[in-house]
């Protein structure tokens, strides 16, 4: 069946793609928990707040605008400006570096040396506060999102003429593989390649890199810890912006990006909490798997297995493997 | 003054180890259960029963369930809402399947069935802990969630995919269906919530609760001194979700009516139950009543504040409440982590010493 096998194939890519995407939410998870021991379930409500402050910023909405509205009987919603792609993506970094201070200074300065679901549940709190926020701020009406260097030269969308063409030659079927997939891709492999570098060749990558080791290490020559979970934060943050314009554009920002961003939770189990490449591979492993399964076994069980297949697996991984494909061994003591 | 043990003279072990010690409590206690038994069935009005009253006897039942596994045993859990699920498409199933049965038997019997499904997904748990337990069962939330979306033998091949319960009765008193009495509503949501709690309370302080106790307060040190964790991890997962799956059951069948189950009980309904044990309190039943109360009047009373009162659109005092409950959640962790149950028990012992602290 050559044709089922083509189909597969084009399966099989959309499926590498999806789960580029996964990975890059699943990249400020990493982060984060190696830096502080934090599993942050907030990240998937980072991308949706940054990508919504994102949209708020370039179309010049005013914040809180419906807040201020309903109390002072006004009718105010826009500021009337455009504003441009990356000047918005300046300012939205900006407003996550100062939510990573308010987080730690408000939340987890306080929470230090508490057991670790308490900090897990205490992110559970933040998503809920970051949402509510977030449609506070700039509303909860979908929106899409538009990344634009000029006039005419967008985030590309739709399907690939070139491949499908090229395909279409080779083995007389076109595949479909969305532009912006490509974009994402391209994006995570430098986001990974910026991670990298800044993580093995700057002073504060260093630091970083020392208190995710050993604290009290990294304290006792002098370390600020305060300062580099804040960095941490921030780092998290624009990676949230990162994966929230790349999901944002392919899906509408709304509030389903917040659960997509849930998918993450399995990529990081299948691959370990503290490892990078884990990150990246088990996204992968996920995002064709899920988008296999959903290709072969889906039509005889009713479809829409993309729900639930992709805990599934982690779940039966897990079982084999506790801490993941490239964790680090779980070692208790008494 | 008249909050003491003094003068209360316990004479036998059962006496010394009651549940409430001191005797105020004591009448306190008979107090509230008499107002609930006796004087609110005859003047509660449908709005208090279906804003209020019957939720709140419905997530307490979830909570303490909840709390029972979180709580007491340590295993976080996210699947809530998949087990509630479980609990209300095989009460649907029963009752449809088994019409002259009693509808109380069939509401016991899915909590029963929802603890068979709870120890299955409860088996990871013997290999893997913390959150990534808590991330595991989110896979029985949605898996549970499309198995009951997809396979149409669950809400019997309705054309709308929704269950809907028929008319049950209790001593020929309607208990569910579209002619259900609000006092009736209210009396079978307490009779439940009353005997859940009692059950529970006694659970967790007799032999069982303290192996699970053992298990949250280190797992391996409970293993060497003699702790079984695959008993002590399976039966407080089986329990939990007794509990949830009961209070699924009346979720479903007394409360709303009719459910389809990503609606109704989709991942926020197992947020919400967290929620209320975190804010309540971990391992207190009390708390776990608390917390529903808060979480359950929060909403009411913001709807009240804001679109009654002042007049605002609907969708902004939603998000204004999700604001406050991400505040409540991130107020309690961080002061007192032990939610509304320590504040009540730091409460009680002021009581006891006043007016001469010292």
């Known amino acids: ?334 | 003054m008249f909050y003491r043990e003094a003068g209360d003279f316990k004479t036998s072990y059962v006496s010394d180890s009651q549940t409430f010690p001191i005797a105020f409590d004591r009448y306190c206690y008979f107090v509230t259960l008499f107002i609930g038994v006796v004087v609110l069935p005859f003047v509660v009005n449908d709005y208090i029963v279906s804003a209020i009253l019957a939720p709140f006897f419905i997530y307490s039942i979830a909570a303490i369930g909840l709390n029972i596994l979180t709580g007491y045993c340590g295993q976080v859990s996210l699947g809530t809402g998949g087990f509630m699920a479980v609990g209300a498409y095989s009460c649907y199933k029963l009752m449809t399947g088994f019409p002259e049965v009693s509808i109380l038997l069939h509401v016991v019997m899915a909590g029963a069935i929802t603890a068979i499904v709870g120890a299955i997904f409860g088996l990871p748990s013997l290999r893997i802990k913390g959150f990534y337990l808590a991330v595991a069962t989110l896979a029985a939330q949605f898996f549970l969630v499309w198995l009951f979306n997809k396979v149409s033998w669950f809400y019997n091949y309705s054309a709308s995919g929704q269950i809907s319960a028929p008319e049950r009765t209790v001593l020929s008193i309607p208990v569910t269906g579209p002619n259900v009495e609000p006092w009736a509503m209210y009396l079978i949501c307490f009779a439940f919530a009353f005997i859940s709690a009692v059950l529970a309370r006694n659970l967790t302080r007799g032999s069982l609760g303290r192996t699970w106790m053992a298990i949250r307060d280190m797992d391996i040190a409970a293993e060497i001194i003699g702790v079984n964790p695959l008993r002590a991890k399976l039966t407080a997962f089986a329990v939990s979700s007794f509990f949830i799956g009961v209070s699924g059951a009346l979720f479903f069948a007394v409360y709303l009516g009719a459910a389809e189950a990503g609606d109704s009980f989709g991942i926020q309904k197992s947020f919400i139950v967290l929620f209320m044990i975190i804010i309540g309190g971990l391992g207190s039943i009390f708390g776990s009543f608390a917390g529903a109360a808060l979480l359950v009047v929060l909403p009411v009373f913001l709807k009240l504040l804001g679109v009654d009162l002042m007049g605002w659109p609907t969708d902004l005092v939603a998000h204004i409440q999700l604001v406050i409950v991400g505040f409540l959640i991130i107020l309690f962790l961080v002061l007192e982590p032990h939610g509304l149950a320590q504040l009540w028990r730091l409460g009680k012992e002021k009581l006891r010493l006043w007016p001469f602290p010292h």
């Open chain 1, 1 to 334: 069946m050559p044709e089922q096998l083509l189909f597969g194939a084009e399966v099989f890519l959309n499926g590498l793609m999806a789960g580029v995407m996964y990975a890059l939410v699943a990249l400020g998870f990493v982060l984060i928990f190696k830096a502080s021991g934090i599993f942050n379930f907030a990240q998937g409500v980072m991308a949706l707040f940054a990508a919504m402050t994102f949209v708020g910023i370039q179309d010049g909405q005013v914040p809180f605008a419906h807040l201020i509205n309903a109390i002072f009987g006004t009718k105010i919603h826009h500021f009337g400006w455009e504003l441009h792609s990356l000047a918005a993506i300046f300012l939205t970094s900006l407003v996550m570096i100062c939510m990573a201070w308010a987080v730690q200074r408000f939340i987890f300065q306080y929470l230090v040396g508490q057991e670790p679901i308490i900090l897990f549940m205490a992110t559970i709190g933040l998503a809920y506060f970051l949402e509510g926020v977030a449609d506070l701020m700039w509303g909860a009406e979908i929106k899409t999102l538009d990344v634009c260097l000029t006039d005419n030269t967008c985030l590309p969308q739709g399907i690939n003429q070139l491949i499908d063409a090229k395909t279409y030659d080779w083995f007389g079927y076109g595949f479909f593989i969305d532009n912006l997939d490509i974009s994402a891709t391209l994006v995570a492999m430098l986001l990974v390649t910026v991670l990298i570098v800044f993580s093995q060749y700057t002073k504060q990558g260093r630091a970083m890199r020392a208190v995710a080791d050993d604290h009290q290490a990294a304290l006792s020559v002098g370390i600020s810890l305060n300062y580099i979970w804040i960095l941490v934060w921030s780092v998290a943050g624009f990676v949230a912006l990162v994966a929230g314009i790349m999901w944002g554009a392919k899906s509408g920002v709304q509030f389903s990006l917040s659960l997509i961003a849930l998918k993450a939770l399995p990529v990081l189990m299948l691959g370990g909490f503290t490892s990078i490449p884990g990150a990246i591979v088990g996204g992968l492993v996920i995002g064709v798997g899920e988008k296999l399964f959903e290709f072969l076994v889906g039509p005889m069980i009713g479809g829409a297995t993309e729900n639930w297949f992709a805990y599934v697996l982690a779940l039966l991984f897990l079982v084999f493997r506790p801490q993941g494909l490239f964790g680090e061994k779980i070692i208790e003591r008494v």
